[in-house]
């Protein structure tokens, strides 16, 4: 009898219970066997350290978006050996870097499959230069592949598309990156960058939520060498200053900036609103701009100014 077909069955879904040592799902009210004899999906081996689990296993590595195939293409190596690890000899090492070439070759037939390997070439470059985390490069080149599926990439720079995935994935997944940061890895220049981002945000429906101010404290804390309890008072001060309004319209770092200026100054670990705003990516005037309107607005007092 099958669990899903068994209508004059009265056990409630939630009391169903499975016993894998006998393959059967049973009720735990009743006692009623539902279904019974259930084909085990899990390896017919057992492995009891994590050695012996990768040594037995017979699948693959998991899929990879950061490379145009997933990963799921062969690679024959450069070491010249054959399978006992003894070196090829001169005859056979070129019949092996035909087989090498052509296999290349076999990896990219079409047009999506260059610009996808092109793409994702330069998103692991900028990705590394900007210390960004797998899940963010993950993220990053499942959207640049929705952009590619919907033709958003014919006609425009694969480096400034590739930017603009980059920054949209950041801001998904709460990473502080400026836009100014990313374009300057690229040859495109920040307003291409702005354009192609405003463009997948429209087309994708990419979900991207509002910048807040309090995911920049901590990298520009860090940068600054200032102490926990200082990042947390300018954690402190950005959420007062978005209780009364005074975050809304205005540039998450440089509101950052000033927050970790005026801590900076309360807890006495000093430092110039030039070190702050070059660490930042604002200018001075933007710091000062900041600083001024969050001591008048939350009445902070400043001592030895």
Not at 27 to 46: A, K, L, M, N, Y
Not at 58 to 69: A, E, K, M, S
Not at 108 to 133: F, K, T, V
Not at 146 to 170: D, N, Q, T, W
């Amino acid at each position: 009898m099958s669990k899903e077909n068994s209508s004059d069955t009265q056990c409630p879904p939630d009391k169903i219970i499975f016993d894998a040592d006998r393959g059967e799902y049973i009720c735990s009210e009743t006692g009623e066997v539902i279904e019974e004899r259930i084909v085990d999906q899990g390896p017919e081996w057992r492995a009891f350290t994590p050695e012996e689990k990768e040594k037995r296993s017979r699948v693959g590595g998991p899929l990879n978006q950061t490379i145009h195939d997933r990963g799921l293409s062969t690679l024959i190596d450069w070491k010249d050996k054959d399978a006992i690890g003894r070196n090829l000899d001169p005859k056979r090492r070129l019949e092996v870097l035909r087989w090498r070439k052509w296999q290349i070759r076999a990896r990219i037939q079409s047009s999506i499959d260059r610009n996808l390997a092109q793409a994702m070439n330069e998103l692991e470059r900028i990705g590394n230069l900007l210390g960004l985390p797998k899940s963010v490069k993950d993220e990053g080149a499942l959207i640049y592949r929705k952009a590619v599926e919907k033709g958003l990439v014919r006609g425009r720079s694969i480096e400034s598309v590739v930017a603009a995935a980059i920054y949209a994935s950041c801001r998904r997944m709460k990473i502080a990156r400026t836009l100014d940061e990313i374009a300057q890895y690229t040859k495109a220049n920040r307003k291409e960058v702005a354009r192609c981002y405003r463009l997948l945000l429209r087309e994708l429906n990419v979900d991207v939520p509002v910048s807040d101010p309090k995911d920049y404290v901590t990298r520009i804390g860090s940068l600054l060498g200032l102490s926990g309890a200082s990042m947390k008072l300018a954690a402190e001060i950005l959420e007062k200053a978005k209780n009364v309004g005074l975050t809304a319209g205005k540039d998450p770092a440089g509101l950052a900036a000033a927050a970790i200026y005026i801590a900076a100054l309360l807890n006495e670990e000093r430092r110039t609103q030039k070190e702050i705003a070059q660490v930042a990516g604002v200018t001075e005037v933007t710091v000062r701009n900041r600083y001024k309107e969050l001591i008048q607005e939350l009445k902070i007092e400043i001592q030895n100014q």
